[in-house]
């Protein structure tokens, strides 16, 4: 677990939520919802899992991620600025003309980015290739795709969910924000996705289902899902909440795409100081 | 490959890449079930640990060599133009395009010969649709000789390119030491009554028809545009301004190929009368491709007459 003990990765996550609403405030966009759902486990990734180097962000033997649900962006520029990748204070350029913080992640814009995303659907493929060169290369460094739950709908991902299963793609761990809401509506009233864990069973994949809220259940999760990829692909279903830790925007699809106004920030800012987001038992 | 031969571009095309295989360790292709057709299972035979077939998952096929370009891999994919540039456009846009992956594009089956498939497999659009991409460099070659200079000066641009092939015969008119310059268009006869602008399987037709020109009293110059993106507007220009009538020849709907190219080339810089020739706004249909050809003015018969009605009139 890198150097960091289970409390400060909590106090970490406390502190990104904090800085997502700072920044959506102050910049006036971003998704709120989809960033506050994936912090736990981007500060699992970032400060524990993965081996990387914020020093050395294109060193060749870095483990490599994709944030596949590509505008959750706040969340993910937010966790790379916390883990030395870029100043804190750079995060109130984003979405800014010319930023390098782009609505959706710019690999030649930003420093820490491996892959651009934006449309939907595509970084499964991705990281498929790049857990495929990696085998070429006998490089052992694993590749994370970050999803959505609502981008599972797109079939580029049963595409690439194919092959990587048929193939026994190595390395390659996938992990699905089932925050259970899209743009318009809850995930199950578009268009459902379960049995979700026994689709991705049926396509070769080891599947792991975590409370994605809870640090130790997602580090314990990683940790066997790295050793299981030498095999072949895993999937870890992290059952989030949407808007976690913010009662008013928590499981509410109007808070996908929108950023705080002073009243909601103020709201906002008491609640995740008051500790509302210490219960994790409203993700399952 | 001998002057005049008549071979199938694709397989030049196929034969290409194994030999680029051989001098290019880090190269790889792609193919989505189609290998037999677009002749990249050449590849596959020669170098079966360098060749990913993805089944029929195009857009996958996109997304996992952009992945693999991530690693210093130079993936060639491939598969029929009309599938490749539509069905996987978004993903060549997002995650080859806007990231300027090294990723080596080929559109097999450009414009209309798909052996008599019809509406659902021709590629009428394809040039269009990858010319309006921005950091999408554009090949549309000539002939067998071409396609196989094509294939190697996409190996040394550092980026994403889109070369087309097409399925059917072609007459080699380029010697074997034939390179393609970027942005270059090979002057191929030299006239001043009237210009004939054209890329693809469509230029050994153009040269053909400016010979038959010729024996009526009529000289055209031929310009060949192998890189339909960067366009050679120095060479448009030229010709619009010193022969002010420009017939253009593509196998591609009139809309947003080499037509539209010239076209906003001209409208710009030097207007002249222009005449495009290509498929109109339609889907084509199956049957034998030289009927359709000749419906559209694309033999060497409909060009001549064209050139010949632009070069006499106004």
């Known amino acids: 677990m890198n150097d960091k003990n289970l409390d400060e990765l909590t106090s970490l996550a406390r502190e990104t939520r904090r800085l997502i609403i700072e920044t959506g405030h102050t910049c006036g966009a971003g998704h709120t919802g989809g960033s506050l759902s994936e912090v736990e486990i981007l500060i699992a990734l970032y400060f524990s899992f993965m081996n990387i180097d914020p020093q050395h962000p294109d060193w060749e033997d870095r483990d490599r991620f994709v944030l596949s649900k590509g505008h959750a962006s706040l969340g993910y520029y937010t966790v790379l600025a916390q883990r030395g990748y870029f100043p804190v204070a750079q995060l109130k350029t984003f979405d800014h003309e010319d930023s390098a913080l782009q609505a959706h992640p710019d690999m030649h814009k930003c420093r820490g980015v491996d892959f651009s995303t934006g449309s939907l659907g595509q970084g499964l493929s991705i990281g498929v290739g790049i857990a495929l060169g990696a085998q070429k290369k006998n490089k052992a460094f694993r590749t994370v795709v970050l999803l959505g739950d609502g981008e599972c709908q797109e079939g580029q991902v049963w595409e690439a969910a194919m092959f990587a299963g048929s193939k026994h793609v190595q390395r390659l761990i996938a992990v699905v924000d089932y925050n259970k809401v899209q743009l318009s509506h809850r995930v199950e009233e578009n268009l459902s996705l379960e049995p979700f864990a026994i689709k991705w069973e049926s396509f070769g994949w080891s599947v792991l289902s975590v409370d994605g809220h809870n640090i130790a259940e997602l580090l314990s999760a990683l940790s066997r899902a790295g050793s299981m990829s030498e095999q072949g692909p895993v999937v870890i279903i992290a059952n989030t909440v949407k808007g976690k830790g913010v009662s008013f925007m928590e499981g509410k699809f109007e808070w996908h795409g929108k950023a705080p106004n002073d009243q909601e920030y103020a709201a906002a800012l008491r609640e995740l100081d008051t500790g509302y987001s210490n219960d994790s038992s409203k993700s399952r | ?314």
Not at chain 2, 4 to 16: D, L, N, P, V
Not at chain 2, 45 to 59: C, F, K, M, N, S
């Open chain 2, 1 to 314: 490959m001998k002057l005049g031969e008549e071979i199938a571009q694709r397989t030049a095309f196929g034969q290409a890449l194994v030999e680029l295989g051989a001098e290019r360790p880090t190269m790889l292709v792609l193919d989505a079930d189609v290998g037999p057709s677009t002749q990249t299972h050449l590849f596959g035979q020669a170098y079966p640990d360098r060749y990913i077939e993805v089944g029929i998952a195009e857009q996958n096929m996109v997304g996992i060599a952009a992945g693999l370009s991530t690693l210093g891999f130079i993936p060639w994919i491939s598969t029929f133009a009309v599938f490749m540039t539509k069905r996987a456009g978004d993903q060549i846009r997002n995650s080859i395009a806007h990231t300027r992956a090294n990723v080596k594009i080929n559109g097999a089956y450009g414009g209309l010969p798909t052996g008599r498939a019809g509406a659902t497999h021709s590629a009428v659009e394809d040039l269009a649709v990858m010319r309006a991409m921005p950091d999408m460099i554009v090949m549309d070659p000539a002939d067998p000789q071409e396609a196989m200079a094509c294939a190697r000066l996409a190996m040394d641009i550092e980026g994403p390119v889109y070369v087309r092939t097409v399925r059917c015969a072609v007459p080699v008119i380029f010697p074997e030491d034939h390179k393609v310059e970027l942005g270059k268009a090979v002057k191929l006869h030299e006239g001043k009554d009237v210009a004939i602008i054209s890329c693809g399987m469509m230029t050994p037709r153009a040269l053909k028809a400016a010979q038959e020109l010729e024996k009526q009293g009529i000289s055209a110059r031929v310009l060949h545009m192998a890189t339909i993106k960067p366009i050679d507007v120095e060479a448009i220009c030229d010709a619009a301004e010193s022969i002010g009538k420009i017939v253009t020849v593509e196998n591609h709907s009139v809309i947003g190929g080499l037509g539209g190219a010239v076209c906003e080339v001209t409208a710009e810089h030097a207007p002249c009368h222009i005449k495009r020739l290509g498929f109109p706004d339609v889907f084509l249909e199956s049957g034998d491709d030289e009927v359709y050809f000749h419906r559209y003015g694309l033999d060497i018969e409909g060009i001549v007459s064209t050139a010949k009605s632009l070069a006499e009139g106004g």
